[in-house]
């Protein structure tokens, strides 16, 4: 596994000391009903056609509802050579941060 698993206290001081950015693969329905200030929306089902707008060289953290898609997300991400992911485990779900 080339990625570390993050729980949401974890994610939230690192988001808020800007080291990583945040990608949110749920899709724009959920993400519309809220989601992490600042996050990127590109859903688990677009991922492949729109990994270009995922930086490799830059840290991110794996976002969507429970932790099931951000594992696959994170799971393709790694195989195409990124290696700077952590997965936010409990997703949104767990997530006591802010919202927009």
């Known amino acids: 596994m080339s990625w570390k698993e993050m729980l949401p206290s974890e994610a939230n001081q690192m988001l808020n000391a800007a080291k990583v950015r945040c990608v949110d693969v749920r899709e724009p329905e959920e993400y519309a009903d809220g989601h992490i200030p600042g996050a990127v929306n590109v859903p688990l089902s677009e ?27 994170c799971q393709y991400l790694s195989s195409i050579g990124y290696d700077r992911l952590h997965n936010m485990s409990g997703g949104m779900n767990d997530w006591a941060g802010e919202v927009e």
């Open 47 to 73: 991922l492949p056609e729109r990994r270009s707008e995922l930086d490799p060289a830059q840290e991110w953290i794996v976002v969507c509802q429970a932790g099931g898609r951000s594992t696959r997300a």
